[in-house]
């Protein structure tokens, strides 16, 4: 049968602002008969915060995440509402995109939705979940790769790819000096100084299911896709900037270097709405100043520094903004500065879970671990001493309930603090 497709395309107004990039997510939640409620997120970002505040035409529609003065701002637009058991596009035209040597001029930002009620999860798909920052930087002369978050709510493998056609982007010429792999890793190696200068990123992140599934649309017609059949197909759009060569690319002299307690990329916290959470960065740099925290998060996510390469990240979820059983992407790089010249970090991205969300496994590079926290309280009676394969069982028991494999293993260390492996 052929699919149909409603054509969703938002009406919206700009000052002349210049472009940054964008990430829009989907997330299916209440099914109701025929219809379900799907929340949109869209982060989107340009040169200043009041070119992205104005981008909207209604007041009051978009906040502000995060920015780096005088050079982006990132703000995000949240909307829900019910939609039938149906496919369909929606997205934005952000703008003129930022001044960039592989030619990108007018911005086009689109998403597709598979709007029809999957067969093995018995709701229609959520997109996949991604951050990204605005401005990505890196000296010419040094490696970098930018491991982009790669997690599925409904446990689909999922891919990236550059845009291409009318439907992803205007001008779809990609950056020269990235290449990108289908698993979304994009990669730099050092060059000369004649690339240096800003490019535009244009990519599309798609989800695949495990297996054949069926779609049930809201008239009842059925029709099966493999898994070599995109659901979900969402923009990830960035500037990547190439800056002068630093003295040296070793992480932790001018270019930031990340150290413990920072989570690693792809590590997942789960809470409830109403907890805080709190991300504590540390970073260092013994030849140049580390200056600020970037991050894309939750609009209402707060950041703070207790000194120089000490951050921490704070946030609340709550019932309002949806926030309840969806999986929120948090992506953060620390900057520096010396002299006139700016350096910045890897990306790290991690995932806070809110609600009881099935535990689902995120793919790991070879020789990287992933770190899952839970914050949670057991109260019991019982004595350490005496009770210890009890209490383990109950902590096991309680894990598993909140979405973790049933084959973890628990141990009760003596200072009270737990140790859990698969």
Known sequence: MLLSVLLVMMVISWTEAVYTGTVITHTTKNVQGNSFTLVRRYKFGHSSCGETESFISCSGCTQKIDESSGEWCLREYPTWGSRSFIGYYYGLNPGTWINNKNGISTGLAKVFVEGRKRSDINRPNSSPKTGILPVMRVPSNCQRNIRLLTFDPDGDHVQCRNGSGSNECYTCTPPSVLSLSSSCSLSFSPTSSKVEGSYAVQLMMEDFPSQTIALTDNTGSTASISSKISMSRIPVQFV????????????????????????????????????????????????????????????????????????????????????????????????????????????????????????IAIPSPPTTSRLTVLKLKILTTLSLKDNKDKIEKAIKDELIRRGLPADIKVRLLSDGSVKVNN
């Open 240 to 359: 990547f900037k190439v800056d002068p060569a630093a003295p040296s690319c070793t992480a932790g002299e001018y270019l930031p270097r990340f150290l413990p307690p920072t989570p690693e990329h792809g590590a997942q916290f789960f809470i409830n709405v109403t907890e805080t959470i709190e991300i504590n960065i540390t970073a260092e740099a013994t030849q140049s100043v580390i200056t600020e925290l970037l991050f894309s998060g939750p609009f209402n996510m707060t950041k703070s520094s207790s000194g120089s390469g000490y951050f921490t990240l704070t946030w609340t979820p709550s019932d309002s903004q949806n926030d309840d059983n969806e999986s929120h992407p948090i992506c953060f790089a620390v900057q520096a500065n010396a002299s006139s010249s700016i350096y910045q970090s890897e990306l790290r991205c991690v995932i806070v879970r809110v609600g009881n969300i099935p535990f």
